[in-house]
């Protein structure tokens, strides 16, 4: 199957400075696929490149088979795209806007009118009259998602479409985003590690102008993710926290309380059968002893560093 | 062609439901209704100005020619200028405020972008001078009595000519500048340089230099020839619209 989005070692240079360096990555048709990375990652000049918006120095990039450079207007036809800071006309009506981008893709009578309502529902701007310049960021990013969609998009492109919201804001725009799963490609890029748990089902971590992994969520936490054990003790985690810090399965400890220890290990089975044994050695009584479900974020943390966040 | 065709339409939206539909034909109209009564109260205003001072100032009476005159001076010299100002931003704007990247991410080529700009807003030009000079002949012909129709309409038609030229070289340096104020300075000093070139025989019989002073003497009745300057002036506008495109196709948003 063609995937929706295909990069091959695709290079961006402004100058000496290399703001993709080699990016190969392919995005499955049908996903919610989350391109993760920290700021200045490289995230936006991807972006810029597969809309036709920048051009690329070397290396490739297809959406749905497409060359981005030699068939730019085939490219648009399919994709909806949002930028990061959208720009609207101000002395538009929110429907106007959505029948204006409409007619730009050859869009017109009933067919228009139909998706225009059907939009304007899905954004939650049905009724609102005020012209775009009067609308808050939260509606603005709406209205973005809606516009992107005007055309029925094979791929929809966000570019970090939830960044600067509030938290009510942020959750229309991922529910918006969520509500499209089963319909759309979309291809959406944030440094919002939470946002991308929410609604991603595949992910590529960014870093440095390179693809640092890219998997399913659940197969890059298990393939990158340190597991980790959280033991609770009384009176106190602090013998058992010392017994352990050298022990050859721990990689690293920490210690969120006084009667708690957490245990990042490389042997799980090791640690259930020794942690135990620590802990009467030492004279601790355990209280509780679990494992700890490893967290996007763990794996960001690992792959790009704490500096990356 | 559709993206053409939608984009062109909201163009011409814009022109009316914004500021663009007050500033232009403000200052069009504002000197289509002021010239011929100017014209025509001239040596009192002139007498008013210099009371009691002894000094005798012979005018002679005004006639419908210096109605004319002040409608084709004002044009090329305030208008032209006004249009080098409004229209510095005419790309520039829709770079800097993101609405570029919301519709050249659709089925719209940034030629089709240029050109549905150059054409809305040479349409909106057209259209105000038209009436401007309407006005201004209608006006001439209530204050003297005589407002030959031919002469006004080919002045007025060679400063169009003029004036879409300046607005594609405003086209294409506001898609080569990302400032409009940067474009504006670009625009005057072109403007200024075409001016200079005016004092060069040559260059006014054979360029768009000699649009500058010609629809003043079609009204003196003293014009020469007409084809070299207005065949150039097309061919410049043509010119800069292509550079237009190929500065504004270059250009990464």
């Not at chain 1, 102008?209 to 959280?230: F, H, N």
């Not at chain 1, 009667?259 to 259930?272: G, H, K, P, S, Y």
């Not at chain 2, 340089?193 to 003196?220: F, K, T």
Request: charged residues 15%; glycine residues 10%; contains cysteine.
């Amino acid at each position: 199957m063609t995937p929706a989005i295909a990069l091959h070692d695709l290079a961006k240079h402004y100058g000496p400075v290399r703001a993709l360096d080699g990016v190969s990555l392919d995005v499955p048709s049908g996903s919610v696929f989350g391109f993760l990375g920290p700021n200045g990652a490289g995230k936006t000049t991807t972006l810029r490149i597969l809309t036709g918006l920048a051009r690329p120095s070397s290396g490739s990039a297809r959406v749905l088979g497409h060359d981005v450079v030699m068939s730019p207007h085939a490219v648009r036809s399919a994709v909806g795209y949002l930028p990061d800071v959208p720009g609207f006309y101000p002395w538009m009506t929110g429907a106007e806007l959505l029948r204006f981008a409409g007619r730009l893709f050859g869009l017109s009578g009933r067919v228009l009118r139909t998706r225009v309502d059907a939009l304007l529902d899905l954004a939650g701007l049905a009724g609102v009259k005020t012209r775009v310049g009067g609308y808050s960021r939260g509606m603005k990013q709406r209205l973005g998602v809606a516009q992107a969609l005007i055309n029925a998009p094979s791929v929809l492109m966000l570019d970090e479409p939830t960044s600067a919201l509030d938290p009510i804001g942020r959750k229309a725009v991922l529910d918006m985003i969520a509500s499209l799963a089963s319909r759309t490609t979309v291809f959406f890029s944030t440094h919002i590690l939470s946002d991308v748990e929410r609604v991603c089902d595949t992910v590529a971590i960014l870093h440095r102008g390179r693809v640092a992994a890219q998997a399913r969520i659940g197969e890059l936490k298990s393939r990158y993710g340190m597991q980790k054990i959280a033991v609770e003790a009384t009176p106190s985690a602090e013998p058992l926290a010392a017994a352990l810090a050298h022990a050859p399965w721990v990689s690293a400890v920490e210690r969120p309380s006084d009667d708690r220890v957490v245990l990042a290990v490389n042997d799980v089975q090791r640690a259930q059968r020794e942690i135990p044994a620590a802990a009467v050695a030492q004279g601790v009584g355990i209280r509780r002893l679990e494992t700890v479900e490893v967290s996007l974020e763990d794996v960001f943390v690992d792959l790009v560093g704490e500096g990356g966040r | 062609m559709s993206g053409f065709r939608a984009f062109l339409g909201k163009e011409l939206r814009e022109i009316v439901k914004t500021w663009r539909i007050w500033v232009l034909p403000g200052i069009v109209l504002f000197f289509a209704v002021t010239g011929p009564v100017i014209a025509r109260f001239a040596p009192q205003l002139v007498q008013a100005l210099a009371p009691d001072t002894g000094l005798v100032i012979q005018i002679p009476d005004p006639t419908f020619l210096d109605a004319y005159l002040q409608w084709t001076k004002n044009l090329v010299q305030i208008v032209t200028f006004a249009i080098i100002i409004i229209f510095a931003g005419a790309v520039s704007a829709e770079r800097r405020s993101g609405t570029a990247v919301l519709v050249l991410t659709k089925p719209l080529s940034r030629t089709a972008f240029i050109v549905a700009k150059y054409l809305a807003q040479g349409a909106l030009l057209v259209g105000t001078v038209a009436v401007g000079a309407a006005i201004t002949w209608a006006l001439t012909y209530a204050v003297f009595g005589e407002a030959p129709l031919l002469s006004l309409a080919q002045a007025t038609g060679v400063w169009l000519v003029w004036a879409l030229m300046i607005l594609g070289i405003m086209v294409f340096l506001s898609s080569l500048v990302g400032s409009q104020a940067g474009a504006a300075g670009l625009g005057l000093g072109a403007f200024v340089l075409l001016s200079i070139a005016s004092i060069w025989a040559p260059a006014v019989r054979y360029s768009p230099v000699g649009l500058l002073n010609l629809s003043d003497e079609i009204v003196a009745g003293r014009a020469g020839s007409l084809l070299w300057p207005v065949v150039t002036g097309f061919a410049l506008t043509g010119v800069a619209l292509a550079k237009a495109v190929w500065a504004f196709s270059r250009k990464e948003l």
